[in-house]
């Protein structure tokens, strides 16, 4: 009978990717600081150890460089080429600077041409480490201004690396009662009046770092607040040109600390388009209280904004604007520009004394209801003018009298238009008896009161 041993055999196999021929031995020393596989700066250190042509590369080769597979376009960033003759013992450290990117493997190249792996695999499939950009910081200075006494608070902000951020103050001054915490809120009540230079820095979470300059200025208190006030007021019919009055300090209780000079904007419902003011120009800080007309055509208007508008060195401008009527939607009507009235009535007849007159004057255009006025010169006398335009009355004087009426809207608006009335002498007057008689239009007229005007010999009879 056979028998049988039944024994196991164990064998360790070691895993070597073998590439064009080449790979490096247990004395070859590859290092890259920072290290690890998550977000890194750039540039990276390597540090590369060991005899040339031995313990890596092959003795027939010049010297090698490093590759780095990047995500972008599947390209490889190389480092500078190193040269190196057989057998030298090498300890190389330098520098590898690589574009912001997801890396997939690091590879020594050997002059002429072949390699091996360092970091990753052939396959690409793993992420060696993330190259991540510096910060930017993306506030803006001047920073807004504050005032003494009330409490002021901003953030500064930064970009294109990864946070968290941490922030402080490296140069100059801050007001007098503000500072800055680490996650860049400047805040506090500020003291003293004045502008304040200093330089802040922020870091990201793979520790590079990034610093710039800002200026705050500080302003009195304000006494009044921003306050607009438009003449006439309500949100029915108008008359153009309207008053507008501004009062603040500018820079801090309206517009901001770039802003130079402003403009007022109305939009109106013609064609969709925006009416402006004049624009008036101001320093940071001035206490602002400007009275000015704006002339506005027929129209009704939808909203008005004031613009702030700043300007910088190189001839280009920006602006702002904030709502001080009306609303973004341009959904209320806040007034309506309507024409001033006119006055139709170009002559009056003429009348003589004695006689009872009434005339009605007529405008058109404007709001109605009209008001009537004499304005100068005067009526004849005995005649009226009363404030729904009509002249009425019994003129006692004969004459020619000139006069200007002027009519008024109910948005206030007036026209004038000078005018003249001639009033001419009564004619005679002829009582005849019972025995009278005249022949009149071959009748006889017996005791009746005739008018004779002794100008054509005429009898009238009354």
């Known amino acids: 009978m056979k028998k049988y041993i039944k024994f196991t055999i164990y064998v360790s196999f070691v895993a070597v990717i073998l590439l064009v021929g080449k790979s ?12 690890g596989n998550g977000n890194i700066a750039s540039p990276i250190t390597v540090r590369v150890q060991g005899v040339f042509g ?16 990047n995500y972008r376009n599947g390209s490889e960033d190389s480092s500078i080429t190193l040269d190196h003759t057989s057998e030298e013992a090498v300890d190389d450290t330098f520098q590898v600077s690589l574009a912001p990117d997801t890396y997939r493997w690091a590879r020594i190249f050997c002059s002429p041409s072949s390699y091996f792996f360092v970091e990753g695999n052939p396959q690409g499939t793993v992420n060696i480490f993330t190259i991540v950009g510096a910060p930017v910081i993306v506030t803006g200075s001047p920073l807004s201004n504050g005032s003494v006494g009330n409490f002021y608070s901003t953030t500064l902000e930064a970009a294109s690396s990864v946070g968290p951020y941490t922030w402080s103050k490296i140069g100059g001054d801050l007001p007098d009662g503000l500072s800055v915490n680490s996650t860049g809120i400047i805040s506090g009540t500020p003291t003293t009046t004045g502008t304040f230079n200093f330089t802040v820095q922020v870091q990201d979470s793979v520790s590079q770092v990034v610093s710039k300059s800002f200026n705050l200025s500080i302003f009195p208190a304000s006494t ?17 040109p309207i008053t507008v009055r501004v009062q603040g300090v500018f820079g801090l209780d309206f517009c901001n600390s770039t802003s130079t000079e402003y403009f007022l904007s109305f939009l109106n419902t013609r064609n969709g388009s925006e009416d402006h003011s004049a624009s008036f120009v101001h320093s940071q800080g001035d206490i602002v209280d400007d009275t000015f007309q704006v002339s506005l055509v027929s129209d009704t208007y939808r909203w008005n904004r004031i613009f702030c508008v700043g300007r910088n060195n190189v001839g280009g401008f920006f602006e702002s604007y904030f709502f001080v009527e009306g609303n973004p939607q341009g959904t209320v009507n806040i007034f309506t520009i309507t024409n001033p009235p006119s006055i139709v009535t170009d002559s009056l007849p003429s009348t003589i004394v004695g006689a009872h007159y009434a005339r009605t004057l007529l405008a058109n255009t404007g709001t109605p209801p009209y008001i009537w006025s004499v304005v100068s010169g005067s009526l004849p006398v005995g005649l009226s003018l009363s404030s729904t335009g009509e002249i009425s009355g019994t ?11 002027q009519v008024t809207d109910a948005s206030s608006q007036t026209a004038t238009k000078g005018l003249s009335i001639a009033v001419n002498p009564a004619p ?7 025995s009278s008689s005249v022949a009149i239009d071959n009748s006889t007229a017996v005791g009746e009161i ?3 005007d002794t100008t054509n010999s005429n009898l009238l009879v009354r």
């Open 24 to 35: 490096a031995n247990a004395s070859f020393v590859y290092t890259r600081t920072p290290s």
């Open 54 to 69: 031995l313990d890596f590369c092959d003795s027939s080769d010049s010297g090698y460089r490093i590759a780095f597979l």
């Open 224 to 240: 009044t607040g921003f306050i607009y006030t438009r003449t006439p007021l309500g949100s029915g019919n108008i008359a153009s």
């Open 395 to 405: 003129p006692t004087t004969a004459g020619n009298s000139s006069f200007t009426v």
């Open 428 to 434: 005679s007057t002829v009582f005849l008896t019972h």
């Open 450 to 452: 005739c008018d004779i």
